[in-house]
């Protein structure tokens, strides 16, 4: 709270006490006996008793806040039941019912507790008002109200969601400085979709609660199905970042074949991604660039250590030996099926624009888009990592041989784009701060001091100044 | 003919069930033919969800194939009561029928795209909606029995708690018969696979479970509005567990292919890693391990020789078999390390690690803490340094006798009884 600028804190303080009034005309409002056409459908204690029943429930499943990270709107359990306690005991009982986050055990100091506490109260008895305001029956479902109560329940679920994301984008944006409109499209529409799903879960245990009459036992009926689906996306996270571990983990394996490559792979994935977004590829195919570029030199696996390590000059059968590389690659990755698409990437990432390159002497946009993509990655990785022959060289230097080679091997919107992504983001070349690369090759695979530099040799393949004169020389 | 005949060698259980499914369909096809199923509106409606849901059926993590719509729609069918106003009078054997008939309809699709559906998992179905109705629907009685009499009287608390018992009981069964054919199928003990099914089928039965009885009660209200309305929760569940068994399938595609680095790096044998994975999986079954461990087995096998990339010159054929015990070692060692260094495999890490230990050392009990996959994958291992992808029976008998002196030394005795059993079973199908 103290962080808080003046407007910000006015703005939690107007909420506060808005929500207390509420609650306080609340009071009055459930004293009475729930009366519709002159019949009682709901006397003082049952009602009072739902109240309780939904708060506790509410509080209790509610135990993470919706919070707005990355591109995802998080709303928790706990909101189908807050989406039902209008339905159920109208809108001055769902005022409590969302006063009940003040409950919820989750480590926020009492200030954000209260804070949230008063919004749901707000949202909730908003939401309410706009379910009466268009005729829906509170504590009461019948056959007959079907399929008229969609109507007010749809309105209701998106006054519910536009007062939230009102409350929220206040607050958010005069405490962080963020423009509301960004806040406004970050977070409330795409929580739209999310409160349409979570309030056809409302309107399914209102139906049942008050409807058929089973009570509690509705709410537990109809978040099971939600619960094991929430449980199955949790193992597939879990699954999903136990896969991205391992198949880092794997490829750095391989690069220990050669001790220059540590963190290659990753270095140009990371590249390859820098220049995926920056053209505008889909989030789908940005993820398998990210796979392709981790996994493109794995081929090299079917390159004899000793070619790799070699010091001396390359024969003519030797460098073919290595041009094998992304094919064998190819064809230890092609049962896995998601990859698709980062298959070409892998098979081509070698070839040039001028048609010089391997495996195919593919020219031009006979090129795929992804290996086009990894290319330029990839030479810009090796040129700023430290090789046998020479020391790491700047980012600068990667770049003025970047562009001098542009058009000739690498695709020029490719190259202009990593550049302009690099002056947004630094990049962190190897030798600057990478563990593994820390982690020393034993002495005898390194070249003595000195001896490299006359017969220059070793040559890494995805080095372009080198790349040219090799295929001068073979061809 | 020949094929027939082993495929009822080898599953009795199956065939049974099969059968008794079968039986019951033929009679609940006979009485629905003599007296027409009553309230065909409900009936055809219900059966409508049954077939959708058959068509969108999703396989499952560990090759289990499912259809929860499906099944959903069958149980609400077997435990509706009230269909608004008026109380439903079908019997268990037209829930039978109308399953059995809806969940072919579904299948056409998919048997049109060549993909036959498992027999078993539609007989596996039928049954169980056959169970659930068996048990609702004569306490019900169209409304008469003591049920209808808890609806009657607005008691639809105590009526939806004893449907939650029934699908409970429902779904026990379902695991049950499940565990019987994957015993069946991979000749595994039925206890740990009924652990298995039961594991592997909580999550998603419960979801089931919750649906049917909730579309069954909601129709007093809702009629046939509650079938598509329920059933969106538990799309958004198989939706989930359909992202989850695709990671699965991914992840284990990865390592399969990683796991070939050591082929193509000329570090061992074409083939090598994937054949000791399928003879230890197949042993692994066998001696009855969960569907975790025989993950884990599965990848450690596949892995079982990352160890050799850390070598500078290759073992001749890359059969470890023939290195000294400490190479041996050192090379299950650096491979454990490696694994160890993905943060998250590290059961697996300790497989490949102690692969290389001898089962019992002379004059010593035998080492427990060997992990089972351990012994599998060190047994399987040494049969295939010795076999190769040869098909002859000469060789394969004599790598068996090789490892059959050895046992109690360096080969789990229980271990090289199974593996013979499964290298048997493998050569007399041709493989």
């Given at each position: 709270?103290?962080?808080?600028?003046?407007?910000?804190?006015?703005?939690?303080?107007?909420?506060?006490?808005?929500?207390?009034?509420?609650?306080?005309?609340?009071?009055?409002?459930?004293?009475?006996?729930?009366?519709?056409?002159?019949?009682?459908?709901?006397?003082?204690?049952?009602?009072?008793?739902?109240?309780?029943?939904?708060?506790?429930?509410?509080?209790?499943?509610?135990?993470?806040?919706?919070?707005?990270?990355?591109?995802?709107?998080?709303?928790?359990?706990?909101?189908?039941?807050?989406?039902?306690?209008?339905?159920?005991?109208?809108?001055?009982?769902?005022?409590?019912?969302?006063?009940?986050?003040?409950?919820?055990?989750?480590?926020?100091?009492?200030?954000?507790?209260?804070?949230?506490?008063?919004?749901?109260?707000?949202?909730?008895?908003?939401?309410?008002?706009?379910?009466?305001?268009?005729?829906?029956?509170?504590?009461?479902?019948?056959?007959?109200?079907?399929?008229?109560?969609?109507?007010?329940?749809?309105?209701?679920?998106?006054?519910?969601?536009?007062?939230?994301?009102?409350?929220?984008?206040g607050v958010v944006s005069l405490a962080e400085k963020v423009s509301p409109k960004q806040v406004l499209v970050g977070s409330l529409l795409k929580s739209v979709p999310g409160y349409l799903g979570y309030g056809i879960f409302g309107l399914l245990m209102a139906v049942l609660w008050v409807g058929v009459g089973i009570g509690v036992l509705s709410a537990l009926l109809v978040l099971m199905p939600l619960a094991v689906a929430r449980w199955a996306f949790s193992q597939y996270s879990a699954e999903q970042q136990a896969y991205e571990a391992t198949i880092q983990t794997l490829v750095q394996a391989v690069e220990t074949k050669d001790h220059y490559t540590r963190g290659h792979s990753e270095r140009v994935s990371r590249a390859s991604?820098?220049?995926?977004?920056?053209?505008?590829?889909?989030?789908?195919?940005?993820?398998?660039?990210?796979?392709?570029?981790?996994?493109?030199?794995?081929?090299?696996?079917?390159?004899?250590?000793?070619?790799?390590?070699?010091?001396?000059?390359?024969?003519?059968?030797?460098?073919?030996?290595?041009?094998?590389?992304?094919?064998?690659?190819?064809?230890?990755?092609?049962?896995?099926?998601?990859?698709?698409?980062?298959?070409?990437?892998?098979?081509?990432?070698?070839?040039?624009?001028?048609?010089?390159?391997?495996?195919?002497?593919?020219?031009?946009?006979?090129?795929?888009?992804?290996?086009?993509?990894?290319?330029?990655?990839?030479?810009?990785?090796?040129?700023?990592?430290?090789?046998?022959?020479?020391?790491?060289?700047?980012?600068?230097?990667?770049?003025?041989?970047?562009?001098?080679?542009?058009?000739?091997?690498?695709?020029?919107?490719?190259?202009?784009?990593?550049?302009?992504?690099?002056?947004?983001?630094?990049?962190?070349?190897?030798?600057?701060?990478?563990?593994?690369?820390?982690?020393?090759?034993?002495?005898?695979?390194?070249?003595?001091?000195?001896?490299?530099?006359?017969?220059?040799?070793?040559?890494?393949?995805?080095?372009?100044?080198?790349?040219?004169?090799?295929?001068?020389?073979?061809? | 003919?020949?094929?027939?005949?082993?495929?009822?060698?080898?599953?009795?259980?199956?065939?049974?069930?099969?059968?008794?499914?079968?039986?019951?369909?033929?009679?609940?096809?006979?009485?629905?033919?003599?007296?027409?199923?009553?309230?065909?509106?409900?009936?055809?409606?219900?059966?409508?969800?049954?077939?959708?849901?058959?068509?969108?059926?999703?396989?499952?993590?560990?090759?289990?194939?499912?259809?929860?719509?499906?099944?959903?729609?069958?149980?609400?069918?077997?435990?509706?009561?009230?269909?608004?106003?008026?109380?439903?009078?079908?019997?268990?054997?037209?829930?039978?029928?109308?399953?059995?008939?809806?969940?072919?309809?579904?299948?056409?699709?998919?048997?049109?795209?060549?993909?036959?559906?498992?027999?078993?998992?539609?007989?596996?179905?039928?049954?169980?909606?056959?169970?659930?109705?068996?048990?609702?629907?004569?306490?019900?009685?169209?409304?008469?029995?003591?049920?209808?009499?808890?609806?009657?009287?607005?008691?639809?608390?105590?009526?939806?708690?004893?449907?939650?018992?029934?699908?409970?009981?429902?779904?026990?069964?379902?695991?049950?018969?499940?565990?019987?054919?994957?015993?069946?199928?991979?000749?595994?003990?039925?206890?740990?696979?009924?652990?298995?099914?039961?594991?592997?089928?909580?999550?998603?039965?419960?979801?089931?479970?919750?649906?049917?009885?909730?579309?069954?009660?909601?129709?007093?209200?809702?009629?046939?509005?509650?079938?598509?309305?329920?059933?969106?929760?538990?799309?958004?569940?198989?939706?989930?567990?359909?992202?989850?068994?695709?990671?699965?399938?991914?992840?284990?595609?990865?390592?399969?292919?990683?796991?070939?680095?050591?082929?193509?790096?000329?570090?061992?044998?074409?083939?090598?890693?994937?054949?000791?994975?399928?003879?230890?999986?197949?042993?692994?079954?066998?001696?009855?391990?969960?569907d975790p461990d025989l993950v884990d087995l599965e990848y450690a096998a596949l892995m079982h020789d990352l160890g050799q990339l850390s070598l500078t010159e290759p073992i001749p054929g890359g059969a470890t078999v023939m290195a000294m015990p400490d190479e041996q070692r050192r090379i299950a060692e650096m491979g454990a390390e490696v694994i160890r260094q993905t943060g998250v495999l590290d059961r697996v890490a300790v497989i490949v690690e102690r692969q290389a230990d001898p089962y019992r050392r002379p004059h010593e009990t035998a080492d427990e803490t060997i992990p089972l996959a351990s012994r599998i994958i060190k047994a399987a291992n040494a049969y295939d340094d010795m076999v190769g992808d040869s098909r002859e029976t000469?060789?394969?008998?004599?790598?068996?006798?090789?490892?059959?002196?050895?046992?109690?030394?360096?080969?789990?005795?229980?271990?090289?009884?199974?593996?013979?059993?499964?290298?048997?079973?493998?050569?007399?199908?041709?493989?």
């Amino acid at each position: 709270m103290k962080g808080l600028p003046l407007a910000a804190r006015a703005l939690v303080g107007a909420v506060v006490l808005a929500a207390c009034v509420v609650l306080v005309l609340g009071v009055g409002h459930l004293s009475h006996p729930l009366v519709s056409n002159g019949v009682v459908v709901a006397t003082v204690p049952t009602m009072i008793g739902r109240v309780v029943v939904l708060t506790l429930m509410f509080a209790a499943l509610e135990s993470r806040m919706p919070t707005v990270s990355g591109s995802n709107v998080y709303l928790g359990m706990g909101f189908p039941i807050g989406l039902a306690s209008y339905i159920i005991v109208g809108p001055w009982g769902a005022a409590f019912v969302g006063a009940g986050a003040v409950l919820v055990l989750v480590e926020n100091t009492v200030v954000k507790r209260v804070y949230n506490g008063a919004q749901f109260a707000l949202c909730a008895f908003a939401a309410g008002q706009a379910y009466v305001l268009f005729h829906g029956p509170v504590a009461v479902l019948a056959a007959s109200d079907f399929p008229r109560v969609l109507l007010p329940v749809l309105i209701a679920d998106l006054v519910h969601c536009a007062v939230n994301g009102l409350l929220l984008m206040g607050v958010v944006s005069l405490a962080e400085k963020v423009s509301p409109k960004q806040v406004l499209v970050g977070s409330l529409l795409k929580s739209v979709p999310g409160y349409l799903g979570y309030g056809i879960f409302g309107l399914l245990m209102a139906v049942l609660w008050v409807g058929v009459g089973i009570g509690v036992l509705s709410a537990l009926l109809v978040l099971m199905p939600l619960a094991v689906a929430r449980w199955a996306f949790s193992q597939y996270s879990a699954e999903q970042q136990a896969y991205e571990a391992t198949i880092q983990t794997l490829v750095q394996a391989v690069e220990t074949k050669d001790h220059y490559t540590r963190g290659h792979s990753e270095r140009v994935s990371r590249a390859s991604v820098l220049i995926g977004r920056f053209i505008g590829m889909r989030e789908d195919r940005l993820n398998a660039l990210r796979y392709a570029g981790i996994l493109h030199d794995v081929g090299k696996l079917g390159v004899p250590t000793k070619l790799l390590q070699k010091t001396e000059r390359l024969s003519e059968a030797e460098f073919a030996a290595i041009k094998l590389h992304p094919v064998r690659g190819l064809e230890m990755l092609r049962d896995i099926e998601f990859l698709d698409e980062a298959f070409q990437g892998i098979l081509h990432h070698h070839e040039r624009l001028d048609g010089r390159g391997y495996p195919m002497g593919l020219e031009g946009p006979q090129i795929p888009e992804f290996a086009r993509v990894i290319a330029v990655a990839d030479a810009f990785d090796s040129m700023t990592s430290t090789r046998s022959y020479r020391g790491a060289r700047s980012v600068d230097d990667a770049i003025a041989e970047l562009l001098r080679c542009k058009g000739s091997q690498f695709d020029p919107g490719m190259v202009d784009a990593l550049i302009a992504s690099l002056t947004k983001e630094p990049w962190i070349a190897s030798g600057v701060d990478d563990a593994a690369e820390r982690r020393q090759p034993p002495c005898d695979a390194l070249p003595a001091p000195g001896s490299g530099q006359a017969g220059a040799i070793a040559v890494d393949h995805d080095d372009p100044t080198f790349s040219v004169a090799f295929r001068d020389e073979t061809s | 003919m020949t094929s027939l005949v082993r495929r009822l060698d080898e599953g009795r259980a199956t065939m049974l069930l099969l059968g008794t499914a079968l039986v019951l369909v033929a009679v609940s096809t006979v009485l629905a033919l003599q007296h027409p199923v009553q309230q065909a509106t409900i009936a055809v409606s219900f059966g409508a969800f049954i077939a959708l849901g058959e068509a969108v059926r999703v396989t499952l993590a560990g090759d289990r194939e499912a259809a929860p719509l499906g099944a959903a729609a069958a149980l609400a069918y077997a435990l509706i009561g009230r269909f608004g106003s008026v109380p439903t009078s079908h019997t268990a054997w037209d829930v039978i029928a109308v399953t059995a008939a809806a969940s072919l309809i579904g299948a056409l699709p998919h048997i049109a795209a060549g993909r036959s559906p498992r027999l078993d998992v539609l007989a596996r179905r039928v049954l169980t909606a056959g169970l659930a109705a068996a048990l609702f629907r004569p306490l019900y009685d169209a409304g008469h029995g003591p049920l209808g009499h808890l609806e009657m009287h607005q008691r639809n608390a105590v009526l939806a708690a004893v449907m939650v018992v029934v699908a409970v009981l429902a779904g026990l069964f379902d695991a049950a018969v499940a565990a019987l054919v994957r015993a069946d199928r991979d000749r595994a003990p039925f206890l740990p696979s009924l652990r298995s099914e039961f594991r592997a089928l909580i999550g998603l039965s419960s979801a089931i479970g919750a649906t049917g009885v909730l579309i069954a009660l909601a129709a007093q209200v809702m009629q046939l509005w509650a079938i598509p309305v329920f059933v969106v929760p538990l799309m958004l569940t198989q939706f989930s567990f359909r992202r989850y068994a695709g990671i699965r399938s991914t992840y284990a595609q990865t390592i399969r292919s990683l796991s070939r680095v050591t082929e193509v790096g000329g570090y061992t044998e074409t083939g090598h890693s994937s054949r000791v994975s399928e003879l230890a999986l197949g042993v692994g079954r066998e001696l009855g391990l969960s569907d975790p461990d025989l993950v884990d087995l599965e990848y450690a096998a596949l892995m079982h020789d990352l160890g050799q990339l850390s070598l500078t010159e290759p073992i001749p054929g890359g059969a470890t078999v023939m290195a000294m015990p400490d190479e041996q070692r050192r090379i299950a060692e650096m491979g454990a390390e490696v694994i160890r260094q993905t943060g998250v495999l590290d059961r697996v890490a300790v497989i490949v690690e102690r692969q290389a230990d001898p089962y019992r050392r002379p004059h010593e009990t035998a080492d427990e803490t060997i992990p089972l996959a351990s012994r599998i994958i060190k047994a399987a291992n040494a049969y295939d340094d010795m076999v190769g992808d040869s098909r002859e029976t000469g060789r394969r008998l004599e790598a068996l006798e090789r490892l059959r002196l050895s046992m109690a030394y360096d080969y789990d005795p229980r271990v090289v009884t199974c593996l013979a059993h499964v290298v048997e079973r493998s050569s007399r199908l041709g493989l």
